[in-house]
């Protein structure tokens, strides 16, 4: 119903912007030169000072400057632009020179919505000799429709604030293979008191030869053509145009350098692979989930992954360094980010993990590591593993109480906590078997990954416990005694070379980049952590609640269910299994 209720607006828009009067400020397509195609269309519409609501598509901050020479004399710049843009949020200005007269539009937008449907307002204002240009302060309604990969659809509504011309702007986009390979544009505006065939129009394509590399060529109702090249560098753009006269001679050419939008480009790491270094603080709880406020102590242990494994993905990253100082983090999620670290290293990657403390967990996980780093005063403590269980049988007694144990399976030992004095014979076997797994895991993959036997990690746990740094080192448990501090030393004398830090953001620009028209498909993250229980733990209402909503949700084309519970109410599990079941027939 709000799509509609967009839709019909900018219908109306379009039917009152007709008449039977003389145009009264200069036209779209007069107006906006720099563009290679409609600005819905193709690339990203001078980031929202033709269309407002383009500033929706953006994931990051941009900048363009785009300038323009005569064909005899490409030193002499004639006319430029400089456009900004954050997510929802833009500002450009746009200079033109005829015959040493000058006027400079100064634009700002606010964009709204969804990469599906997006509404956008603008205002431009000028300075300079805009009576020669035929300008006016405008006001600017922007609608940008992306229902999916292969049609994008813009509507643009100009309005002036000082006399009562106003424009109407449709532009279309087709994308028959349903990625930026190959698109196909047009785009038609119409002013007030113009008759329907009076109106201007272009119509063209842009073609990706190569992941970063478009041709586009732009056909005008004046016979007017244009040609142009642009070039990815991921981060980075550059582009250039030549614009043809009606005698199809050259009138004049543009260009453009800017930065921001990460488009993937073949160019992209060519110039920096191997370049950089991933540094990873893990200080405080590593956890499934965080408050969304005030918990800044808390990492997420998917992001963790995620970050990982774009890094091993990513050419230009050649090390991954982390600092386990302070870190808080359960053994399962430990061995599974080692597991994320050794598929690092098996890519040819490097692994350096620094601590200053550690445990049995931590040290698990930093054994992974090509280069082991730990601080001169630090410590190193290796007990090994147990399990125990206090028993109140006699406290009971003494307090004139008795326990009548209901017991129906040999291993069902919860309740001998209370009925008996000591371990019984089942409960003691499977917690051995428990604690052996474990260990038997943890030593081979110490003892594979620091190249000693398990003979010796087994006399190092069971006679030495605790080590200070100097004899970590001796026993080749770690690899040098430094600072955080000196990891660029570490690097260096590793890879031969110095590297550049990156920022995880970075690496997610390249990850998140999403060139296709729409929403992107999402993937749902759910998890069950606790025991079984309706109310509490996993909290089975509720879980069946959000499956539910995730089921109703069309954006939603996968969800991953992730379990951490010891088990509980069948009834609990009963229930999320019914709303799961659901969830995976849609």
């Known amino acids: 119903m709000k799509r509609f209720c967009l839709i019909l607006t900018a219908v109306i828009m379009l039917l009152t912007a007709t008449g039977t009067f003389a145009q009264q400020f200069a036209g779209y397509h007069a107006r906006h030169f720099f563009l290679a195609g409609p600005a819905g269309a193709y690339q990203d519409g001078l980031l929202g000072f033709a269309n407002p609501a383009t500033t929706v598509m953006l994931q990051r901050f941009n900048m363009r400057y785009y300038w323009s020479t005569q064909e005899d004399d490409n030193a002499d710049i004639q006319n430029w632009g400089f456009f900004t843009a954050a997510p929802n949020l833009g500002f450009g200005m746009l200079r033109e020179k005829i015959d040493g007269k000058k006027v400079t539009d100064y634009n700002l937008s606010l964009g709204f919505g969804s990469r599906s449907a997006a509404f956008g307002i603008g205002y431009t204002w000028q300075g300079g000799e805009k009576a020669r240009f035929a300008r006016e ?54 002013q007030k008191d113009q008759p329907w065939k009076d109106g201007t129009w272009s119509a063209g394509a842009a ?45 004049y050419n543009t260009y453009s350098v800017g930065f921001g939008e990460y488009t993937p480009s073949i160019f992209a790491n060519r110039f920096s692979k191997r370049r950089y270094f991933l540094e990873m603080h893990l200080k405080g709880r590593v956890d499934y989930r965080k408050f969304r406020w005030f918990d800044d102590h808390t990492q997420r242990f998917w992001e963790l992954l995620q970050q990982v494994n774009r890094a091993r993905e990513n050419a230009a990253v050649e090390v991954i360094a982390l600092n386990l100082s302070a870190m808080s983090i359960l053994p399962e999620h430990a061995w599974e980010l080692r597991e994320a670290l050794q598929a690092v290293r098996a890519a040819g990657k490097k692994v350096v993990i620094f601590f200053d403390n550690a445990g049995m967990t931590a040290y698990h996980l930093a054994s992974v590591a090509d280069v082991v780093m730990m601080d001169p005063q630090g410590s190193l403590m290796l007990p090994g593993y147990t399990l125990n269980r206090t028993y109140l049988k006699g406290t009971l007694e003494k307090l004139g109480l008795g326990f009548d144990e209901w017991r129906f399976f040999k291993y069902k030992s919860a309740a001998e906590a209370l009925s008996r004095d000591s371990m019984s014979t089942a409960d003691r076997e499977q917690r051995q078997a428990y604690v052996d797994d474990i260990y038997d895991l943890i030593r081979s993959e110490v003892s594979a990954s620091r190249g000693i036997n398990e003979a010796t990690f087994d006399r190092l746990i069971d006679e030495s416990v605790y080590f200070m740094a100097q004899d970590a080192l001796a026993e080749s448990l770690v690899d040098t005694l430094c600072r955080w501090n000196a990891l660029g030393d570490v690097i260096r004398s590793l890879t031969g070379g110095n590297k550049m830090r990156i920022r995880p953001e970075q690496l997610n620009e390249g990850a998140d980049a999403y060139q296709n028209w729409g929403t992107p498909p999402q993937i749902a993250i759910v998890y069950g952590l606790g025991e079984c229980a309706m109310d509490s733990g996993i909290n089975a209402r509720q879980l069946a609640k959000i499956f539910e909503r995730l089921t109703k949700d069309r954006s939603v084309k996968a969800v991953v269910f992730r379990v951490d519970s010891p088990g509980g109410d069948g009834m609990a599990s009963d229930v999320v299994a019914e709303a799961l079941k659901k969830c995976a027939a849609e």
């Open 137 to 190: 302060r405008l006001w600017s309604l922007g609608w940008l429709f992306r229902p999916g990969r292969f049609l994008s659809a813009g509507i643009i509504g100009n309005f002036s604030a000082e006399s009562n011309a106003k424009e109407g702007v449709l532009d279309l986009g087709i994308r028959p293979l349903g990625n930026p390979r190959l698109t196909l544009f047009g785009d038609y505006a119409l």
């Open 207 to 251: 073609l990706e030869v190569l992941p970063g590399i478009n041709f586009s060529a732009r056909y005008f109702d004046s016979e007017r053509v244009t040609a142009g090249l642009a070039v990815s560098l991921g981060s980075g753009r550059i582009s250039g145009q030549t614009h043809l006269d009606e005698d199809n001679e050259v009138a």
